[in-house]
Structure formats: structure tokens, C-alpha cells
């Protein structure tokens, strides 16, 4: 069931199973780079603006007590090249054998680019632009822009951040951003020497995870397994679903006829709520679903009700299961299998005019319930072993009124045109729901200034 449908995201035909690349990846990589470029346009070999001098005293001019000096210090060390190889082994010791990669890739590589680009500018360290500067242990030595500390150190986070949890991700950037901090406290940096650093770090931490892929945040089919069993559901078979879906995992068992599962899992940490991701789609005016949820379970118990309350109106859709939250927070959703093919995968010489009617009479009963698919295609009917049409995927159903239940219309037109050509496809449509449903909105007038 389903097995064709779902929003795909960047390609991942060449990444292993349970990686991605997300478009969240190439907008690190060019926000870096752009940050990275200003930074540099600021920079002056010989002389500190106004406002990166004050507030270079500003933040290495607090008083600290005495006592915190071996915890700055300590806090440094996480943006040496010498933190690449621990948190590599690290990853290796928890068996996150891509973590490691992605670490000595990322933070390994930038270091060295960062020491190029120190030759390109050629800035000094504050001392030597700047009067007053308290040094805090060992005075650094050679150039100072970029920050290497600060670039090794946002690098490591951000190709950390999608192996970790939402705690997890908080701790690694608050250790990044106090390396930062910290390098212009002890007097070994200016301002815009640790955003440089740290623009050209998150490049880099970006980059990676675009050539690479990153977790995409699925729950392993072991544990969807064992999160059925211990509802008596026998998950023996459980298989993956091959299609690409990018915010769920989908699984099914096989069975006999009339039997089996359909399994969809939500976990908890999905890419596409990237704060940074987010902020694009808002500026951009596009949204990723037409509905947003807090958390997984909500997803999946949206798309029950609706299952459920179509059922209800008469609408033939998949029997619920099962409903529940399970492993760190991922939401699992269990129905009833129809064994069948979507009606986008048959012959169109298999699409005879009675199930042409029925697909379109079940669109009728959805709407005469309130209820608008949202993503109503030939994909998301699956026609069973009888030859009958069921109407599946109701994540992005909405109790709606005309507006929304005539782009269903639309887009299930538009599929069955392209199945069985444009005169079979209106003739069933104006049969089952009228002329007047598949006429266009009239324009609203604007009116016209006195």
C-alpha cells in the first residue's frame, strides 16, 4: 500500500539506507560562504574598525575569576586539530562509523583551508593591531584571521548535529559558540577572525553532508519490529516499502490475502524542522506540508482520525491498528494492508469505466464529509484484488470546504488524464460530481478606484 507515493527529497540513489541529502545542506554551504566573504571584505591587514575593536574589548575585557581559567582553556581545546581524531574515535567507539568520516572530512579539511586563507589576508593577532589587549595565557603567534580553533570547532558541530538528539545538538553548539567566544576572551582573536572561522567551518560541516547524505532520523526496522510484537502483531516479514519517503519509514508484511500490515513510523528528529530550513521556506513563501505538527505522534494520529472518519462516511480506506509512540519519541501507525497496486501503476487498458466511476465516487463521499485528501492522485488509490479502489495516505487530509476539495478535484483529474486521457477521465469526473465541480473559480474582481 502506498508503495509508490511520498515527497522525495535531494537525490539519494547512491547513499546507504537511512541517509539523505536535504536542501538545509546547500543552504549551510552558501550562507558560509557568503558570511565568510563579508568578513573577509570588512578585514584590514594593518588597521580594526570601530565597532569589531569595542566589542573585542568588550568580551576580553570581562573579568573572570581566576579559578576559570583551566575550564576556557579546556573549552579551547575542542577547536585544535587534535579534537578531530578524539571525536573520531569516539564516533568509532559508539560504532558511528559515518560520524567519524564525516568528522575527519569536514574538521580535518578546514583546518588546513583555514591556514590558507590566514596566508590570503595576512591579519594579525589583536596585540599587534590593538593597545590594551589582556592575553591570557600564551600569546598566539602568526596570523589571525581566519580562526582555525573556531572553524574546526563549528565544523565538528554541524556534522554532529544530525547524529544527535535535540539535547545533544544544544550541548555541541553551545561548546562551539564558546570556543568562538572563548578565543576572543584569552586575546588570541578579533571579532570577525572566529565568524570567518566559524562561517568557514559551517561551509564546510554543510558541504560534507552534501556530498555524504546525513541521518535522515528514521527508526531502524528492528525496533519497529519489536514495537509491534509487543502488541501481539506478527512483524516476521516486516519489510521496507521501496519508494523514497521523506519524512516517514513505511513497512509491510505479507500474509495472506486479506491480511498483513501496513506499518508507517515518524521519528522524532526530521531535517525539514531546521530552524535555519524553516526560515528559508518561510522567506520563500513555500511550505514543506500544508499542515505542521509538534511532535510525530500528532502526525500519525492526524492521519488515524482522518482514516478513521473518511471510513466512517462510507469512503473505503485501511482499517487502524494500531496508534502509539515508541523508541525516543518516533510515532508508529499500523493498518490493515490492502493487497493491490495503485492505480497509477496498472495499464490504462486495466482502467475500465466502472472503476474510473468508483475511483471518483469515493473522491464524492471525502468531500460530502468535509474532508479534502490534500494529496489526492492515482498514486493514493490502491485498487484491490476485485478490482475496487481505496482511497490511502491521509497525512495531509484537512476537514476543508470547496477551495481545498477542488484541488483535490484537479489533481485527481490530472492523473487520470494522464492515464486515460483527458475525455474518459472528465466524462467519469462530471458523472460522479457534476459539471459544475470541475468548472475553475471565477477570478474575484478587484474594484476599480473612484
Same mark, same amino acid.
Given at each position: 500500500?502506498?508503495?509508490?507515493?511520498?515527497?522525495?527529497?535531494?537525490?539519494?540513489?547512491?547513499?546507504?539506507?537511512?541517509?539523505?541529502?536535504?536542501?538545509?545542506?546547500?543552504?549551510?554551504? &552558501?550562507? /558560509?560562504?557568503?558570511? %565568510?566573504? =563579508? !568578513?573577509? $571584505?570588512?578585514?584590514?591587514?594593518?588597521?580594526?574598525? #570601530?565597532?569589531? +575593536?569595542?566589542?573585542?574589548?568588550?568580551?576580553?575585557?570581562?573579568?573572570?575569576?581566576?579559578?576559570?581559567?583551566?575550564?576556557?582553556?579546556?573549552?579551547?581545546?575542542?577547536? &585544535?586539530? /587534535?579534537?578531530?581524531? %578524539?571525536? =573520531? !574515535?569516539? $564516533?568509532?567507539?559508539?560504532?558511528?562509523?559515518?560520524? #567519524?568520516?564525516? +568528522?575527519?572530512?569536514?574538521?580535518?579539511?578546514?583546518?588546513?583551508?583555514?591556514?590558507?586563507?590566514?596566508?590570503?589576508?595576512?591579519?594579525?593577532?589583536?596585540?599587534?593591531?590593538l593597545d590594551g589587549i589582556n592575553i591570557l595565557g600564551e600569546p598566539a603567534r602568526g596570523l589571525g584571521y581566519v580562526s582555525g580553533h573556531s572553524a574546526v570547532a563549528v565544523a565538528?558541530?554541524?556534522?554532529?548535529?544530525?547524529?544527535?538528539?535535540?539535547?545533544?545538538?544544544?550541548?555541541?553548539?553551545?561548546?562551539?559558540?564558546?570556543?568562538?567566544?572563548?578565543?576572543?576572551?584569552?586575546?588570541?582573536?578579533?571579532?570577525?577572525?572566529?565568524?570567518?572561522?566559524?562561517?568557514?567551518?559551517?561551509?564546510?560541516?554543510?558541504?560534507?553532508?552534501l556530498i555524504l547524505g546525513a541521518p535522515d532520523g528514521r527508526p531502524s526496522i528492528k525496533r519497529v519490529r519489536k514495537a509491534l510484537e509487543e502488541h501481539g502483531l506478527d512483524a516476521?516479514?516486516?519489510?521496507?516499502?521501496?519508494?523514497?519517503?521523506?519524512?516517514?519509514?513505511?513497512?509491510?508484511?505479507?500474509?495472506?490475502?486479506?491480511?498483513?500490515?501496513?506499518?508507517?513510523?515518524?521519528?522524532?528528529?526530521?531535517?525539514?524542522?531546521?530552524?535555519?530550513?524553516?526560515?528559508?521556506?518561510?522567506?520563500?513563501?513555500?511550505?514543506?506540508?500544508?499542515?505542521?505538527?509538534?511532535?510525530?505522534?500528532?502526525?500519525?494520529?492526524?492521519?488515524?482520525?482522518?482514516?478513521?472518519?473518511?471510513?466512517?462516511?462510507?469512503?473505503?480506506?485501511?482499517?487502524?491498528?494500531?496508534?502509539?509512540?515508541?523508541?525516543?519519541?518516533?510515532?508508529?501507525?499500523?493498518?490493515?494492508?490492502?493487497?493491490?497496486?495503485?492505480?497509477?501503476?496498472?495499464?490504462?487498458?486495466?482502467?475500465?469505466?466502472?472503476?474510473?466511476?468508483?475511483?471518483?465516487?469515493?473522491?464524492?463521499?471525502?468531500?460530502?464529509?468535509?474532508?479534502?485528501?490534500?494529496?489526492?492522485?492515482?498514486?493514493?488509490?490502491?485498487?484491490?484484488?476485485?478490482?475496487?479502489?481505496?482511497?490511502?495516505?491521509?497525512?495531509?487530509?484537512?476537514?476543508?470546504?470547496?477551495?481545498?476539495?477542488?484541488?483535490?478535484?484537479?489533481?485527481?483529474?490530472?492523473?487520470?488524464?494522464?492515464?486515460?486521457?483527458?475525455?474518459?477521465?472528465?466524462?467519469?469526473?462530471?458523472?460522479?460530481?457534476?459539471?459544475?465541480?470541475?468548472?475553475?473559480?471565477?477570478?474575484?474582481?478587484?474594484?476599480?478606484?473612484?
Open positions: 500500500m502506498a508503495s509508490t507515493t511520498g515527497r522525495s527529497s535531494l537525490a539519494t540513489k547512491w547513499l546507504p539506507l537511512g541517509y539523505a541529502r536535504h536542501p538545509g545542506d546547500a543552504l549551510r554551504v &552558501v550562507l /558560509g560562504v557568503l558570511i %565568510l566573504l =563579508a !568578513a573577509s $571584505a570588512a578585514v584590514h591587514a594593518d588597521r580594526v574598525g #570601530a565597532r569589531e +575593536a569595542n566589542l573585542e574589548r568588550l568580551i576580553n575585557g570581562v573579568a573572570l575569576p581566576s579559578w576559570t581559567d583551566p575550564g576556557v582553556w579546556l573549552v579551547m581545546q575542542l577547536g &585544535v586539530i /587534535g579534537a578531530v581524531p %578524539l571525536v =573520531a !574515535a569516539l $564516533a568509532l567507539a559508539l560504532r558511528r562509523l559515518r560520524l #567519524a568520516l564525516d +568528522a575527519v572530512l569536514a574538521a580535518g579539511s578546514i583546518y588546513l583551508i583555514a591556514k590558507l586563507v590566514k596566508e590570503f589576508v595576512q591579519r594579525g593577532r589583536p596585540q599587534t593591531l565538528l558541530a554541524t556534522v554532529a548535529s544530525p547524529y544527535l538528539g535535540r539535547r545533544g545538538r544544544r550541548v555541541a553548539w553551545t561548546l562551539a559558540a564558546a570556543v568562538c567566544v572563548a578565543r576572543v576572551y584569552v586575546g588570541a582573536h578579533l571579532p570577525l577572525d572566529v565568524i570567518g572561522g566559524a562561517a568557514l567551518g559551517w561551509a564546510a560541516g554543510g558541504l560534507t553532508h516476521g516479514d516486516l519489510e521496507p516499502v521501496k519508494a523514497d519517503f521523506r519524512n516517514s519509514s513505511t513497512y509491510v508484511t505479507g500474509g495472506a490475502k486479506n491480511d498483513g500490515l501496513f506499518v508507517k513510523a515518524v521519528g522524532r528528529e526530521w531535517r525539514d524542522t531546521d530552524l535555519l530550513y524553516r526560515a528559508w521556506r518561510a522567506l520563500a513563501r513555500r511550505r514543506t506540508s500544508r499542515l505542521r505538527f509538534a511532535l510525530p505522534l500528532h502526525k500519525v494520529e492526524h492521519e488515524a482520525s482522518m482514516a478513521l472518519l473518511a471510513a466512517s462516511a462510507g469512503v473505503r480506506a485501511p482499517k487502524v491498528l494500531l496508534l502509539r509512540e515508541f523508541g525516543y519519541g518516533a510515532g508508529l501507525l499500523v493498518e490493515r494492508r490492502i493487497h493491490g497496486r495503485g492505480l497509477a501503476d496498472l495499464d490504462p487498458g486495466e482502467v475500465d469505466d466502472a472503476l474510473l466511476a468508483e475511483s471518483w465516487r469515493q473522491a464524492s463521499l471525502l468531500h460530502q464529509a468535509g474532508i479534502a485528501h490534500g494529496d489526492l492522485t492515482p498514486a493514493n488509490l490502491m485498487v484491490d484484488d476485485r478490482g475496487q479502489p481505496w482511497l490511502v495516505d491521509f497525512d495531509q487530509a484537512v476537514h476543508a470546504g470547496e477551495k481545498l476539495q477542488a484541488l483535490d478535484v484537479r489533481s485527481l483529474l490530472s492523473g487520470l488524464t494522464g492515464l486515460v486521457g483527458p475525455d474518459r477521465a472528465k466524462a467519469a469526473a462530471e458523472a460522479a460530481l457534476g459539471r459544475d465541480a470541475l468548472e475553475e473559480p471565477a477570478p474575484k474582481s478587484r474594484p476599480v478606484p473612484a
